[in-house]
């Protein structure tokens, strides 16, 4: 079997593939004597078949099989064996039925061949980074957030700020008096969280109220309608809730405030793990280490976006394959035709040409995956998604069990695999160009990135 290429231009070729009988004979005869020994056919025991009627009956087909598999083979073959940059797929040229007389065949695939790019990327490149300033109301948002997360909860005799409610509630006639029929609503364990209210007037009557003292408060205003959170509150199925809209009294028997935690050793490791941090000092100075690492990943979305845009404008100005292009996304995207194809391929340019400069920058810089990027990176995703459930500083053991598991599924595998490559490849960009960082605030941050994706 024997494949060539016919160069059509610079980035435009056919791929030839000249096939002799002596190519698939003996396949093909294998593949029709398989079919005797374990297929049952009537009027013959199975293993007895001549090789004649198998032929009459299997031979056109498992031949097209056959030479459609060896050949496409041949042509991955040649592509990896002549380091062929291609783009998409080898698109078969004609398809034609396959004679069981022939014995000489010609096939021919189209090929959509990457240009050379004379990529060098180094200093005389300027590219702006903007990291996230950590302001002192950022300090103390952050601050007072840890402390009421690894705060105490403890019985207040005056309600507080963030507190929980406990007591009777009563469902009120229009005249203010407790409603007595069959149906009223009585709650005698109710619990309620005025903190979380969204009609915040209704949240405003628990102002310094005490044990003892009794609250009318209107839960529909207070949830704004919600029949979820209303039937949550008075204990009711939620069909009910939606047209519950009278007042009640609640007779407070009970008021649970949240004490902030106190600076000490066992803050420090709530927070930040055994040990990690001793003092006042260190603690605020993690605080601020937290927020910037918070805001890092805006900033390096940010930077990852517009270093693309900018490459793109410097090195992008190379032809592409058009019309090979255009013919591969009709051939795998059903939706597409000849006359629709033309808008879709517009929008796939700048992505391509994106691919290519990415992939040149990348050997420029030699960058290499290894098992251990993955491994590390794994854990990181494992980390972030444990904590949105309140897992903090948990064991090494525990992380790489779960990044294990990503790593095992072949789709979080990949994603993580483009991950590490992008982070490496930036990183790398940031190495061998000249990164211009300026600081600014987050207003500032959003207005630059408002315009930049403009």
Partial sequence: MNVSLEKLNDVEGKLIVNVEESDYKAK?????????????????RKGHVPMSQLVRMYGKHVKSDVLNQDVYEAVINYIRENKLGILGEPLPVDVKEISIEQKDFTFAYEIGLAPELNINLDKSTTLEYY????????????????????????????????????????????????????????????????????????????????????????????????????????????????EVKADFEFAISEIIVNRLAEYGQEFYDDVFGKDKVTTEEDYHKG???????????????????????????????????????????????????????????????????????????????????ENEDLDNYAKSIAAQQLAQYGMYNLGDDILADYAKRLLNDKNSRQHIVEQVGDRKLFNAIKNIATIDVKEVTLDEFKEIAQKAQA
């Fill in 28 to 44: 093909v005869d294998s593949e029709i004597k398989k079919i005797g020994r374990t297929h049952a056919i009537p009027g013959f």
């Fill in 131 to 242: 990291p996230i300033k950590v302001t002192d109301e950022m300090k103390n948002d952050q601050d007072k957030m840890l402390r009421e997360r690894f705060g105490k909860q403890e019985p207040g005799e005056e309600f507080e700020e963030r507190a929980l409610v406990k007591g009777v509630l009563m469902e009120l006639n229009a005249d203010g008096t407790v409603k007595a029929d069959e149906d009223a609503i009585q709650v005698t364990a109710a619990i309620v969280a005025p903190f979380l209210f969204k009609g915040k007037d209704e949240a405003a009557k628990f102002e310094g109220k005490k044990v003892g003292d009794k609250v009318v408060f209107n839960p529909y205003a207070s949830a704004e309608g919600n029949a979820a959170e209303l039937a949550s509150m008075l204990n009711i199925d939620k069909e009910r809730a939606a």
């Fill in 287 to 369: 605080v601020t280490a937290m927020i910037a690492s918070q805001l890092a990943p805006n900033s390096e979305n940010l930077f990852q976006f517009t270093a693309e845009k900018a490459l793109v404008e410097k090195y992008g100005n190379f032809e592409l394959p058009a019309n090979f292009l255009k013919k591969w996304l009709v051939a795998r995207n059903e939706g597409l035709t000849a006359e629709n194809v033309d808008e879709e391929y517009e929008k796939m340019i700048p992505s391509i040409k994106w691919q290519l400069i990415k992939e040149r920058i990348a050997q420029q810089a030699d960058i290499k995956i």
